[in-house]
């Protein structure tokens, strides 16, 4: 069975450093072609894709949001994590991790089959 | 950075009766389209991928269709599950991009 789960700090304050870990089970990010991804979703809105690692250790972010992300797997390839930098009150949000559907083992299709439950995260003063 | 315009955003429907979303590309996805549910308070769930394919444990009642740009989910004999909101995704070009969803409810 296949399940991811995210953990974060819940609240933070503006121009600090988010940092996120998904850790999860049920499938190995060493397999070719396996990716997880990070994306998020503020209340009540539609969902942004941020960045994602593959099994290779590369990494893809979405542009517009590059300079202050960083993504990264732990060594053991059952954690991966998610920074981002400078946050203010426009990176409130649920920021899920998923697996990418296997089915999609190529260049930049991120279809997920698996997410995880979702991180609150709030920034405010 | 390739546009998903959804449509409608809401909709009202009744038990049993059919239900068609809509979903319209800034550009040819060439059948890069996903669909997701996302039911209260949960994480988005695959439908559909390849604009028709049912992903596993996904009931037939779901069904996608489309081609270039304009795709749709349809939902047969609707049920109180069904109750969610719904999303498409491109994931021809990088950065992938959602529609802004469709929030379907139970007349």
């Known amino acids: 069975q296949v399940t991811l789960k995210e953990s974060g700090p819940g609240m933070l304050q503006p121009s600090k450093t988010l940092s996120l870990t998904c850790s999860f089970s049920?499938?190995?990010?060493?397999?070719?072609?396996?990716?997880v991804s990070w994306i998020r979703q503020p209340s009540g809105k539609s969902l942004e894709w941020l960045a994602a690692?593959?099994?290779?250790?590369?990494?893809y972010y979405n542009p517009s949001l590059k300079s202050r992300l960083t993504v990264s797997k732990d060594t053991s390839n059952t954690q991966v994590f998610l920074k981002i930098t400078s946050v203010d009150i426009a990176d409130t949000a649920t920021y899920y991790c998923?697996?990418?559907?296997?089915?999609?083992?190529?260049?930049?299709?991120?279809?997920?089959?698996?997410w995880g439950q979702g991180a609150s995260v709030t920034v405010s003063s | 950075d390739i546009q998903m315009t959804q449509s409608p955003a809401s909709l009202s429907a009744s038990l049993g009766e059919t239900v068609t979303i809509e979903c319209l590309a800034s550009e040819d996805i060439y059948s890069n389209l996903a669909w997701y549910q996302q039911k209260p308070g949960k994480s988005p769930q695959l439908l559909i991928y390849y604009a028709n394919s049912l992903n596993d444990g996904v009931p037939s009642r779901f069904s996608g269709s489309g081609s270039g740009t304009q795709y749709s989910l349809k939902i047969n004999s609707l049920q109180s599950e069904d109750v969610s909101i719904y999303f498409c995704q491109q994931n021809y070009d990088s950065p992938n991009t959602f529609g802004a969803g469709t929030k379907l409810e139970l007349k």
């Open positions: 690692i593959d099994w290779d250790g590369d990494k």
């Open positions: 998923a697996r990418r559907h296997p089915i999609f083992n190529y260049g930049s299709s991120y279809v997920m089959d698996a």
């Open positions: 049920g499938f190995s990010l060493s397999t070719s072609g396996m990716v």
